[in-house]
């Protein structure tokens, strides 16, 4: 299975972007997908969350701000992130676990290469 990640960029305080990660390979289901972030100098920590049938969870510091969603049940996930602040800046990583493919069930789980995100003050 691999991610791909798309969206990130360069954007000025108060403003929006949408990140977008689509995972290919055999893929029969994805149990959740979803964003993690890393800051310079800090641990990463999970932005948001989605599972298949839709229940989200979100870091408190993006609640109300960020959004996710998955493209029904296909495997692409999306984070609608608005009223960016600087310390949004980040590299968002998708990740995906809990996948279902040719029938077999892996609780393994899988990070994308990573997409800058820069919040200018």
């Known amino acids: 299975v691999q991610l791909q990640a798309s969206g990130g960029g360069l954007v000025q305080t108060g403003g929006s972007l949408r990140l977008s990660c689509v995972a290919s390979g055999n893929i029969d289901m994805i149990n959740v997908m979803g964003w993690y972030r890393q800051a310079p100098g800090k641990q990463r920590e999970m932005v948001a969350l989605?599972?298949?049938?839709?229940?989200?969870n979100y870091e408190d510091s993006v609640k109300g701000r960020f959004t996710v969603s998955r493209d029904g049940p296909s495997s692409t996930v999306f984070l609608q992130m608005n009223s960016v602040k600087p310390e949004d800046t980040a590299v968002y990583y998708c990740y995906a676990t809990g996948i279902t493919s040719m029938g077999t069930f892996y609780n393994t789980q899988h990070w994308g290469k990573g997409t800058l995100v820069t919040v200018s003050s």
């Open positions: 989605h599972t298949r049938i839709g229940t989200t």
